[in-house]
């Protein structure tokens, strides 16, 4: 059963050789007698040829073929025919005349098109998770998941080569609050107790910054317990590294570095050197996003005072009350439909504005609008000017708190770039965003919140601001690297100091016994001598989903849940026997259905 090559080795050269192929029948084709095999493996496809003059007994067996059977077959190498090359095959250019053949497995029909394209794939999602072990098999997803692979043998290699350590943290772990929900684990030996999975190894790797390892990187394995989307999973997998005696351009120097040597390798392309950088105020004010897809212009511009010191009574009022008037000009978008308008007006609905103001310019510059009696020509002019509007262009504008009028206008830019074809996956556009607010105020919980997390440093000009208690202008040294609109990666330079943790707990609402019980040992570490540290996390899966023009991070996982969080194959989460809950002191307390 020895196979002498893959599906995707022969050439040319190898014409005249005796080989042995192993694989499953992607595709078979009778013509006139003589039977055309495509045999599949995931190097490849080699077209197999049964010619009953040939081998009489041989073709008997392959007339039994259908897709997906397994099989190996041997033969001899030989030139296709002039005229008869596949050009979309590495192996187009030969096939094989088989004279021997062994049908290792049959196979019922399968409820997948296994040989389609990805643009041909139809099923819906969880008819591909219930039966993905079938949806693997297509070449497509399988170049996803080699590519992967391929992209964390150059990963390991950089760390390496660049004087990181490898070290494992553990799964099970200490519930601490902040973040999203914890998957917990209850302990059979400590009745009533419950260890956490981690959503990351944080704390883990700053305490190894403590015991002196000076560089660490980890491709860890981590949970979060929050609503699914194409790009979250419940578990999912980190590049995450954190080093010593570093501030964050250390950090992001390096992952410049990164981009270049790893990802600039795998994918074949010269990535910008130094990457560009952002801080979060320009980012919300140019393109509403902290994580802008810089592949297209359509920048935001900010016309507070000039709209607002007009007679449209909407943007006075909202400029006495402290809000923002943001808008944009759509170039080429002259000819949008009142429908297509009336639609963007309902999506930037959805991120609270209560309406959409629109202006044409006319091939004479002239702005026409339905709000025109309430400006005179020189401020519907100067508005145009403002934005950077010309002939065929549409203006927009949003009017609102900051944070709506930012988001909103942010939401309505990437709308209209889907419209107009604007998002090319071939165009890779990186920026760090930098000098995040240290803290965001929940209206939710009532109180500030960390805006990454509680270990992360305040810009070193802003501490005396954070422990004087002023929290809304207070700056982090935080920074996040973003890819086509995408926040690939993000982290911080942590606090090094125990008693400028400890401020940030308080000033997060947590009291002296809370700080104890949730983070003792976190905070005891740090009395014994902490270097200053800063790292970073990527998201592995969403890397290589964005580098390859996908949204969904599913198709780089071999055994993705779905949204529901739970796996139609292997039906998981499922229910357990009562004698293994009684093991573990479980009682269930569940909703009548």
Same mark, same amino acid.
């Given at each position: 059963m020895k196979r002498t090559h893959s599906c995707g080795a022969l050439r040319l050269e190898d014409v005249g050789k005796t080989v042995s192929l192993a694989g499953w029948v992607d595709r078979r084709r009778d013509l006139g007698g003589v039977i055309f095999v495509d045999l599949r493996d995931k190097y490849g496809k080699t077209q197999v040829v049964f010619d009953p003059e040939r081998n009489q007994e041989v073709h008997q067996i392959a007339d039994q073929l259908r897709n997906e059977y397994v099989i190996t &077959?041997?033969? *001899? &190498?030989? !030139? =296709?025919?002039?005229?008869?090359?596949?050009?979309?095959?590495?192996?187009? !250019?030969?096939? &094989? !005349?088989?004279? !021997?053949?062994?049908?290792? @497995? +049959?196979?019922? +029909? %399968?409820?997948?098109?296994?040989?389609?394209?990805?643009?041909?794939? =139809?099923?819906n999602d969880d008819l591909r998770l219930r039966y993905r072990y079938l949806d693997l098999r297509r070449p497509w997803i399988q170049k996803n998941l080699i590519l992967k692979s391929r992209f964390l043998k150059e990963v390991h290699n950089f760390f390496h080569e660049n004087g990181f350590e490898d070290i494992e943290t553990p799964v099970l772990c200490k519930s601490t609050p902040e973040g999203a929900r914890d998957y917990l684990v209850p302990s059979r030996v400590n009745p009533g107790r419950f260890y956490a999975l981690p959503q990351s190894p944080q704390q883990y790797k700053q305490l190894l910054m403590i015991a002196g390892m000076d560089r660490y990187y980890q491709i860890a394995k981590c949970f979060r317990d929050e609503d699914l989307r194409a790009d979250r999973q419940p578990e999912f997998t980190q590049i995450d590294v954190e080093m010593s005696f570093v501030d964050q351009n250390d950090v992001m120097e390096l992952f410049d570095r990164f981009v270049t040597e790893v990802m600039g390798k795998v994918w074949d392309f010269t990535p910008p050197s130094p990457i560009r950088r952002m801080t979060y105020a320009e980012a919300m004010l140019k393109y509403g996003s902290d994580k802008p897809d810089l592949r297209f212009d359509l920048e935001i511009k900010d016309v507070t005072e000039l709209a607002g010191n007009t007679g449209f009574g909407v943007f006075n009022s909202v400029m006495k009350a402290g809000g923002k008037i943001r808008g944009l000009a759509a170039k080429g978008c002259v000819d949008f439909t009142r429908k297509q308008i009336d639609d963007l007006t309902a999506h930037v609905a959805r991120y609270g504005a209560k309406g959409l103001v629109w202006m044409r310019v006319k091939e004479n510059d002239e702005v026409e609008t339905q709000v025109g009696k309430f400006f005179t020509v020189d401020q519907l002019n100067a508005l145009r000017d403002a934005v950077g509007a010309s002939a065929s262009d549409m203006m927009f504008f949003i009017a609102g708190s900051e944070k709506v009028a930012a988001t909103a206008m942010g939401q309505l830019r990437l709308e209209i770039a889907r419209i107009k074809g604007l998002m090319n996956p071939s165009v890779r556009e990186f920026v760090w965003i930098t000098e995040f607010p240290m803290f965001e105020y929940s209206e939710t919980e009532?109180?500030?919140? %960390?805006? #990454? #997390?509680?270990?992360? %440093?305040?810009?070193?000009? #802003? $501490?005396?601001?954070?422990? %004087?208690? @002023?929290?809304?202008?207070? @700056?982090?040294?935080?920074?996040?690297? &973003? $890819? @086509?609109? *995408?926040?690939?990666?993000?982290?911080s330079v942590r606090i090094h100091k125990p008693d400028v943790q400890e401020k940030v707990f308080r000033l997060l609402g947590l009291n002296e016994e809370q700080v104890k019980e949730k983070f003792g040992f976190f905070v005891d570490a740090f009395k014994f001598g902490a270097p200053p540290h800063g790292g970073l996390a990527f998201g592995l899966d969403r890397v290589v989903a964005t580098m390859e023009g996908f949204e969904s991070i599913r198709d780089f996982i071999a055994f993705p849940k779905n949204t529901s969080a739970s796996s139609p194959m292997d039906q998981s989460p499922s229910e357990v026997d009562l004698t293994q809950l009684q093991d573990i002191h479980i009682s269930l307390n569940l909703p009548k259905k």
């Open positions: &077959v041997t033969g *001899v &190498v030989q !030139k =296709r025919p002039e005229g008869m090359e596949n050009d979309k095959l590495s192996t187009g !250019k030969i096939d &094989v !005349k088989i004279d !021997k053949i062994e049908i290792l @497995n +049959t196979a019922e +029909t %399968s409820p997948l098109a296994i040989n389609d394209p990805k643009e041909e794939s =139809r099923e009532g109180r500030y919140m %960390s805006m #990454h #997390h509680p270990f992360t %440093s305040p810009m070193p000009e #802003h $501490l005396e601001m954070m422990l %004087s208690g @002023n929290l809304k202008d207070c @700056n982090a040294q935080a920074y996040d690297l &973003v $890819l @086509n609109g *995408v926040e690939i990666g993000g982290g």
